[in-house]
T-cell receptor, first 114, second 113 residues
Framework: SQTIHQWPATLVQPVGSPLSLECTVEGTSNPNLYWYRQAAGRGLQLLFY??????ISSEVPQNLSASRPQDRQFILSSKKLLLSDSGFYLCAWSVRAPTNEKLFFGSGTQLSVL | AQSVTQLGSHVSVSEGALVLLRCNYS??????LFWYVQYPNQGLQLLLKYTTGATLVKGINGFEAEFKKSETSFHLTKPSAHMSDAAEYFCAVRNFGNEKLTFGTGTRLTIIP
């Protein structure tokens, strides 16, 4: 069966520090991978998605970047965190279109930038 | 383009009462529609989905939703609320063949004992 791992679960970082959140998927090949951010009262915002190694689509301009060095690994990074980067970050995967009917989510990372 | 609007960021119902969470979508092509549930400090779980076929879809935990094309709606209902239903609920839309799932802003459901 497929599983998705996301870590760390919680993270407290000072403003201006770097960030690296990692997500890995097991039990499937060539998944679509996604990073979402959930901010209070703003629902889920799609940050990045990837349909293959090295292929990253950015949905919103921001202080973050994403990379996919391996088929089942998706990394969210920042060189210098801002206060506004605080939030709950969710990694997700799906099978490829057109049958990508649903997303499978990781357990999330609560990031607090102080 | 695709988008989702969830009316009501907070909904409170009494235990045993009807649950109704509203979702309207915008899509230039026939959509795939989803409801996800999120419990505190967890990821999202799929409740139910509509792709094609029967417009009334049943999901887990007694929830169901009806796709109404004329109203561009996909409201989530449950006949009798249970305390364990307290969570945040997200409606989402995806166009066929599109890689992206677009979520609404969520509705927090509170159950009153």
């Amino acid at each position: 069966s497929q599983t998705i791992h996301q870590w760390p679960a919680t993270l407290v970082q000072p403003v201006g520090s770097p960030l690296s959140l990692e997500c890995t998927v097991e039990g499937t090949s060539n998944p679509n991978l996604y990073w979402y951010r959930q901010a209070a009262g703003r629902g889920l915002q799609l940050l990045f998605y990837s349909v293959g190694i090295g292929q990253i689509s950015s949905e919103v301009p921001q202080n973050l970047s994403a990379s996919r060095p391996q088929d089942r690994q998706f990394i969210l990074s920042s060189k210098k965190l801002l206060l506004s980067d605080s939030g709950f970050y969710l990694c997700a995967w799906s099978v490829r279109a057109p049958t990508n009917e649903k997303l499978f989510f990781g357990s999330g990372t609560q990031l607090s930038v102080l | 383009a695709q988008s989702v609007t969830q009316l009501g960021s907070h909904v409170s119902v009494s235990e045993g009462a009807l649950v109704l969470l509203r979702c309207n979508y915008s899509s230039s092509v026939p959509p795939y529609l989803f409801w996800y549930v999120q419990y505190p400090n967890q990821g999202l779980q799929l409740l139910l989905k509509y792709t094609t076929g029967a417009t009334l879809v049943k999901g887990i935990n007694g929830f169901e939703a009806e796709f109404k094309k004329s109203e561009t709606s996909f409201h989530l209902t449950k006949p009798s609320a249970h305390m364990s239903d307290a969570a945040e609920y997200f409606c989402a839309v995806r166009n066929f063949g599109n890689e992206k799932l677009t979520f609404g802003t969520g509705t927090r459901l509170t159950i009153i004992p």
